[in-house]
């Protein structure tokens, strides 16, 4: 939860100059549908490329942990109902960027949002089909965390991120 305020809500802002008045707040909303990913498939220019498939991968990336972990600890283990609570979630972080304007307040993230937890979900399901077996499947994503951690640490508290 950590690594996620830090990267979608305090990336390109501190949490000093959050709360600076003298701050210039410059606001990016986008509310078309594939506008932003059409715009980065497109796009003749390498740095836009560059940043592009960061910003499609990363959106996507971020969310398969919420994906898994909502299948893994609710009794709930629907699809529909974990994909519903990650919308909500990433509408909630996307209204809050376009709010206190740090970031870009995109639909096109809450779509690749959403497919992000619906791989995390899928992934979750597709061990338990494998393994049989809810004991080994949490054992399993355990081990995955266990492995992550550490670099989520690093990345959370060593490196300036750019997404």
């Known amino acids: 939860m950590l690594f996620l305020i830090k990267l979608l809500l305090l990336s390109r802002v501190s949490l000093s100059d959050l709360f600076n008045s003298q701050r210039t707040i410059a606001r990016s909303i986008n509310l078309i549908p594939f506008n932003s990913i059409m715009e980065y498939l497109f796009s003749s220019y390498a740095a836009i490329k560059k940043f592009s498939f960061a910003n499609v991968v990363g959106n996507i990336e971020i969310f398969i942990p919420l994906g898994t972990y909502l299948t893994l600890f609710k009794k709930d283990k629907r699809a529909t109902t974990n994909l519903l609570f990650i919308f ?36 979750y399901k597709f061990l338990l089909l494998i393994l049989r077996d809810q004991k080994k499947v949490r054992a399993v994503i355990t081990i995955l965390s266990a492995i992550g951690l550490p670099f989520l640490l690093y990345l959370l508290f060593f490196v300036k991120l750019r997404l």
């Not at 209204?95 to 992000?116: E, F, K, R, S, W």
């Open 88 to 123: 909500i979630v990433s509408l909630f972080v996307e209204i809050t960027q376009g709010l206190l304007g740090i970031g870009a307040a995109d639909v096109d993230d809450i779509i690749l949002n959403c497919m992000g937890g619906l791989a995390g979900v899928l992934g």
